[in-house]
């Protein structure tokens, strides 16, 4: 059974920092693109960063970055959101995905909230 366990929002101030995990089972974990998406009140959901199966290579949203960092460990099966200096703006519900192209494969998380407020 596939599973994508998102952990670590919570209620934080402004310029303050969270550490997002997610756990991944149930797949080949290694061979998936991972991906951190979030999605704010009465908006679309967005990309937040991605980083490929071997994490070489990372991407990133224009607003996160420099305060972001997207990172993953094979050996756990996890991938990691580090969130610094955090503005009211990054209040979200941020969701945890895995991609494989080929065949395509998407496997989504049920999301953990993040809200930063004074």
């Known amino acids: 059974q596939v599973q994508l366990v998102e952990s670590g929002g919570g209620l934080v101030q402004p310029g303050e920092s969270l550490r997002l995990s997610c756990a991944a089972s149930?797949?080949?974990?290694?061979?998936?693109?991972m991906s951190w998406y979030r999605q704010a009140p009465g908006k679309e959901r967005e990309l937040v960063a991605a980083?490929?199966?071997?994490?070489?290579?990372?991407n990133y949203a224009d607003p996160v970055k420099g305060r972001f960092t997207i990172s993953r460990d094979n050996a756990e099966n996890t991938v990691y959101l580090q969130m610094n200096s955090l503005k009211t703006e990054d209040t979200a519900v941020y969701y945890c995905?895995?991609?494989?192209?080929?065949?395509?494969?998407?496997?989504w998380g049920k999301g953990t909230l993040v809200t930063v407020s004074s």
């Open positions: 995905n895995a991609v494989r192209p080929v065949p395509y494969v998407n496997y």
């Open positions: 149930g797949f080949t974990f290694r061979l998936y693109t």
């Open positions: 980083i490929t199966s071997t994490g070489s290579i990372t």
